[in-house]
């Protein structure tokens, strides 16, 4: 059973799971605050939610890239006024190929948006719930912090800072009646394969799963108050595998994907 929420606030909401994540909410009726850089996109969704559902759903343009902007995300998770009680971190990217070969900026900037970003709005997030003794904080890792990833390098080990910190803050917010979960997706149908350069074209149909059958999966978890999920029962597999094989096989197996 999936838990109500008041408010929630997601972050890349204008595409793949952070947009599903927002329709299925505000399917449970929660009013929404939908923030991404493409503006365009937000109020498509704003109009589709709030017609179908008669939710609210407050459009809040910011490239999470930006620290200033990053301030203002979290100026409004704090804001008193229409109180937010669910934080979904779901903004990410992150590119392939060989490190030395990739531009730093690019590289600079996935780490400004997977860390920086999520670590400072976890940080509202959790400052402005804990007084009121209840509130969610769901960020979006990868199974790809499981492993190394040579060229994924970078994306990679975002991602691993990811689960980890989540599930401290786990343990440190249950007592104080918040829930902390990181949930780690495989191969999901979304822009972002594309958005990375990155060439899927041998990896088989059932590796995959819908943005979709992710979302559902991450606010069950959420809801269940789990520290951290893995979606699809493929990706609990490829997960343990990685922890039971030597490293050096996981890297050199990792190394003969294209990048």
């Known amino acids: 059973m999936i838990g109500t929420w008041n408010r929630a606030l997601i972050t890349g909401a204008s595409s793949g799971i952070g947009q599903e994540l927002a329709r299925q909410l505000a399917a449970q009726g929660s009013d929404l605050v939908v923030v991404a850089r493409n503006q365009e996109r937000l ?46 971190n779901n903004a990410g990217f992150g590119f392939s190929g060989y490190f030395h ?14 860390i920086t970003a999520l670590h400072r709005l976890s940080h509202a997030a959790a400052k402005t719930m804990v007084p009121r003794g209840r509130g969610g904080i769901l960020n979006i890792s990868s199974i790809a912090g499981y492993m190394v990833s040579p060229k994924s390098a970078t994306y ?17 917010l249950r007592d104080f009646g918040v829930t902390a979960t990181a949930v780690c997706p495989g191969l999901t149908h979304t822009e972002f394969h594309e958005r990375a ?13 819908s943005a979709s059958d992710v979302a559902r999966e991450a606010l069950e978890a959420l809801s269940n108050k789990q520290a951290k999920a893995i979606t699809g029962n493929l990706n609990k597999v490829l997960a343990s595998g990685s922890k039971l094989l030597p490293s050096m096989v996981v890297r050199k197996i990792a190394m003969s994907r294209k990048p």
């Open 197 to 209: 350069n990155l060439d899927t074209s041998d990896y088989p149909d059932f590796a995959w799963q």
């Open 101 to 114: 070969e990739l531009d730093l900026a690019g590289q600079s900037a996935t780490v400004d948006v997977n």
């Open 43 to 88: 109020y498509e969704l704003a109009d589709e939610l709030s017609t179908e559902h008669q939710v609210n759903v407050e459009v809040f343009p910011a490239d999470l890239g930006d620290r200033l902007q990053v301030d203002r995300v979290a100026q409004r998770i704090q804001a008193e006024d229409r109180p937010i009680d669910l934080v979904v």
């Open 156 to 172: 990679a080990a975002t991602k691993s800072f990811v689960t980890s910190f989540s599930e401290a803050l786990h343990e440190e």
